[in-house]
T-cell receptor
């Protein structure tokens, strides 16, 4: 596609529900990142994929967070048993190669509100 | 780890020049990114500095001093559409992740 696409744009969940957030990166981009952005803060790294391989998941806050990219394209971030502190914007970004110094193309994010 | 510091808010007048500073402390440093983020939208790439010095790109310029752990973004001939948050982000040597600052919210007033 023309850019990074994320869905849904907004998600409201009751505490304890599971949610799945989807990211469709730019076609052909090797690298895919998930970041979490709280209100008024900068994005914080969650996890990184190079093609289908998850090379870094050091930023995932707990074992309730799980990400996958099974065919090296679309990625899903799943949060189990959501809690209020999970409320944030979840940003997906992709880059062309597998290098750490490339510019990132971000999606518009999924705004998650946990009630 | 990395620590990024930038002012929370700035206000400037349309047509003026504004400089947004960013300091970083890092155990390993590769380069420094600037991104622009309008409210409710995706961050978009502005610049990437690896070497010391000033890089100019139209109305926007970015400066880096590796020895001082310091960067700034210079915006000239400010326009109302420049009202946004400006995010400073450091890339670490041998790491894929970026460490972002909290962002500087710039308000351009008539």
């Amino acid at each position: 596609g023309a850019g990074v696409s994320q869905s849904p744009r907004y998600k409201v969940a009751k505490r304890g529900q599971d949610v799945a957030l989807r990211c469709d990166p730019i076609s052909g981009h090797v690298s895919l990142f998930w970041y979490q952005q709280a209100l008024g803060q900068g994005p914080e790294f969650l996890t990184y994929f190079q093609n289908e391989a998850q090379l870094d998941k050091s930023g995932l806050p707990s074992d309730r967070f799980f990400a996958e990219r099974p065919e090296g394209s679309v990625s899903t971030l799943k949060i189990q048993r959501t809690q209020q502190e999970d409320s944030a914007v979840y940003l997906c970004a992709s880059s062309l190669g597998g290098y750490g110094n490339e510019k990132l193309f971000f999606g518009s994010g999924t705004q998650l509100s946990v009630l | 780890g990395q620590n990024i510091d930038q002012p929370t808010e700035m206000t400037a007048t349309e047509g003026a020049i504004v400089q947004i500073n960013c300091t970083y402390q890092t155990s390993g440093f590769n380069g420094l990114f600037w991104y622009q983020q309008h409210a409710g939208e995706a961050p978009t790439f502005l610049s990437y500095n690896v070497l010391d010095g000033l890089e100019e790109k139209g109305r926007f310029s970015s400066f880096l001093s590796r020895s001082k752990g310091y960067s700034y973004l210079l915006l000239k001939e400010l326009q109302m559409k420049d009202s946004a948050s400006y995010l400073c982000a450091a890339s670490g040597a041998g790491s894929y992740q970026l460490t972002f600052g909290k962002g500087t919210k710039l308000s351009v007033i008539p």
